[in-house]
């Protein structure tokens, strides 16, 4: 198979309809800009245990999908998760929601992009699924969709 382009904008033009873009005004808090991989979801709500178990895991270049329902009552990812996420080798992290410790995470060799931040921490009891279809302002992630960040925003292709 052809390699896909690593820009989001020159992906758009060669996919067109294929590049599903999440429309969302993301801001990036990892060192990292650009970055891309394939997805692993987690869907839950305020709460961060899956989200830490994932990354405690070989990354393997993926990026994690946090779908947190665009909440803004906590973070999700802070600064010893995003640690863990450049210590495990993940490309990125794509938080649905807020982080926090920004200026920890600005400092990390990886990809992290969320709505925004918030200093209150989820709590910790690991509800939620793994690996499953996420939805995010009506674009589907699957387990293994190749997405593609950078300044421009996040792209989503279906596997």
């Not at 989001?8 to 033009?13: E, G, H, N, P, R």
């Not at 599903?20 to 709500?45: C, E, K, N």
């Amino acid at each position: 198979m052809q390699s896909l382009p690593t820009v989001t904008a020159d992906l758009c033009d060669a996919l067109g309809d294929k590049a599903q873009v999440l429309v969302l005004d993301w801001r990036d808090y990892g060192a990292l800009r650009r970055f891309s991989g394939p997805a692993v979801t987690v869907a839950t709500r305020d709460d961060n245990g899956l989200v830490r178990a994932q990354l405690e895991q070989p990354g393997e270049g993926r990026v994690l999908v946090v779908d947190n329902g665009g909440a803004r009552r906590c973070a999700m990812v802070g600064g010893n998760l995003g640690a863990l996420a450049v210590k495990n080798g993940w490309a990125g992290v794509i938080v649905y929601g807020l982080v926090r410790d920004s200026a920890e995470l600005a400092d990390l060799s990886v990809g992290i992009k969320a709505l925004g931040t918030c200093p209150r921490p989820p709590v910790k009891r690991g509800v939620g699924t793994l690996n499953t279809l996420v939805n995010i302002e009506g674009v589907s992630i699957r387990p293994d969709d190749m997405i593609v960040a950078d300044e421009d925003g996040v792209v989503v292709v279906a596997a």
